[in-house]
């Protein structure tokens, strides 16, 4: 695999040779977003409701925001678009692609609001909207887990899918749990280490408000990730990735690049920038966005 233990800063621009194909495929997942979220866009109280959330993340209460119901729709409406494309170009990849083609078992943390389903959807689907996708002999399962009740979110994106895609339940399955990654049950272990691809897109940042159990989390992860097995850690690339430990700073990833006895870098790569296709048809604004990406094997 290439980019072993190269670290840079990389523009994710789409070729120009390729250029109208990904506007396609990108157009396809945001309408799945617009089918799926066309409920919650509706509500007279949702640009208010959307304002809150962006208030709480300011100061990281995140409790405040996934904890209430009646935000998960807003959030997912807006923030899941940017997040579903930037997945879908990630899982395109040829490392990752490679992964997705084995059809594993794929288990992605603190994904209840949808992106990784969708990203990790399109990808394993060659041609979404077309009836070679139909019949791709895919079979794998994406596992999304979160510590609150996204289920009827996920359902609707699920529902959608396969109505706009044709992907069948025999060609991916989709599995929902609940469960709390600052203090991990044995059932998030077991999962952990039953998947030959592990995710944690957008997530471990969020863990480090409880600094303690956030690195019980990596030694779980050192713990039940499966020899041979992929992990995948993805996040945002600025200042919200810091981590402050006693007096010293730190970018979050650098907990598990410490641990090269455990995890062998395939992709390391401190800034990307993921720009989507001009003239996409959504509701809502889509932005760009600038992450760090790690794909780890474990040893």
Same mark, same amino acid.
């Given at each position: 695999?290439?980019?072993?233990?190269?670290?840079?800063?990389?523009?994710?621009?789409?070729?120009?040779?390729?250029?109208?194909?990904?506007?396609?495929?990108?157009?396809?997942?945001?309408?799945?977003?617009?089918?799926?979220?066309?409920?919650?866009?509706?509500?007279?109280?949702?640009?208010?409701?959307?304002?809150?959330?962006?208030?709480?993340?300011?100061?990281?209460?995140?409790?405040?925001?996934?904890?209430?119901?009646?935000?998960?729709?807003?959030?997912?409406?807006?923030?899941?678009?940017?997040?579903?494309?930037?997945?879908?170009?990630?899982?395109?990849?040829?490392?990752?692609?490679?992964?997705?083609?084995?059809?594993?078992? *794929?288990? @992605?943390?603190?994904? =209840? !609001?949808?992106?990784? %389903?969708?990203?990790?959807?399109?990808?394993? &689907?060659?041609?979404?909207?077309?009836?070679?996708?139909?019949?791709?002999?895919?079979?794998?399962?994406?596992?999304?887990?979160?510590?609150?009740?996204?289920?009827?979110?996920?359902?609707?994106?699920?529902?959608?899918?396969?109505?706009?895609?044709?992907?069948?339940?025999?060609?991916?399955?989709?599995?929902?749990?609940?469960?709390?990654?600052?203090?991990?049950?044995?059932?998030?272990?077991?999962?952990?280490?039953?998947?030959?691809?592990?995710?944690?897109?957008?997530?471990?940042?969020?863990?480090?408000?409880?600094?303690?159990?956030?690195?019980?989390?990596?030694?779980?992860? *050192?713990? @039940?990730?499966?020899? =041979? !097995?992929?992990?995948? %850690?993805?996040?945002?690339?600025?200042?919200? &990735?810091?981590?402050?430990?006693?007096?010293?700073?730190?970018?979050?990833?650098?907990?598990?690049?410490?641990?090269?006895?455990?995890?062998?870098?395939?992709?390391?790569?401190?800034?990307?920038?993921?720009?989507?296709?001009?003239?996409?048809?959504?509701?809502?604004?889509?932005?760009?966005?600038?992450?760090?990406?790690?794909?780890?094997?474990?040893?």
């Amino acid at each position: 695999m290439s980019d072993m233990g190269a670290t840079r800063e990389r523009s994710a621009v789409p070729k120009r040779s390729g250029e109208q194909d990904n506007t396609s495929q990108q157009q396809r997942i945001l309408d799945v977003l617009r089918m799926a979220c066309a409920e919650a866009m509706r509500r007279p109280d949702f640009a208010e409701r959307l304002q809150e959330i962006k208030q709480r993340f300011y100061v990281r209460d995140f409790d405040g925001i996934f904890l209430d119901p009646t935000n998960l729709s807003v959030y997912t409406a807006n923030y899941v678009p940017r997040r579903a494309l930037c997945y879908y170009e990630i899982f395109n990849r040829s490392e990752l692609k490679s992964i997705i083609n084995m059809r594993p078992n *794929v288990y @992605c943390l603190g994904a =209840g !609001s949808g992106s990784e %389903l969708l990203g990790i959807s399109a990808a394993a &689907s060659c041609d979404i909207g077309s009836s070679s996708a139909a019949k791709t002999n895919l079979s794998m399962t994406i596992h999304s887990q979160d510590y609150t009740d996204w289920s009827s979110i996920l359902s609707t994106l699920e529902e959608t899918i396969r109505y706009k895609w044709g992907i069948t339940e025999q060609q991916i399955k989709y599995q929902f749990s609940m469960g709390d990654l600052l203090h991990t049950s044995p059932d998030i272990e077991r999962n952990i280490a039953s998947s030959q691809l592990v995710t944690a897109m957008f997530v471990f940042n969020e863990l480090f408000s409880d600094k303690s159990n956030a690195m019980n989390f990596v030694k779980t992860m *050192v713990k @039940c990730v499966a020899p =041979g !097995s992929y992990f995948l %850690l993805v996040d945002s690339a600025g200042s919200f &990735s810091s981590i402050k430990v006693g007096d010293k700073s730190y970018m979050s990833y650098m907990f598990f690049d410490s641990l090269g006895k455990h995890f062998t870098p395939i992709i390391s790569e401190d800034s990307v920038w993921f720009r989507h296709a001009p003239g996409l048809d959504y509701p809502l604004g889509v932005e760009n966005m600038r992450y760090f990406l790690r794909l780890y094997q474990k040893q």
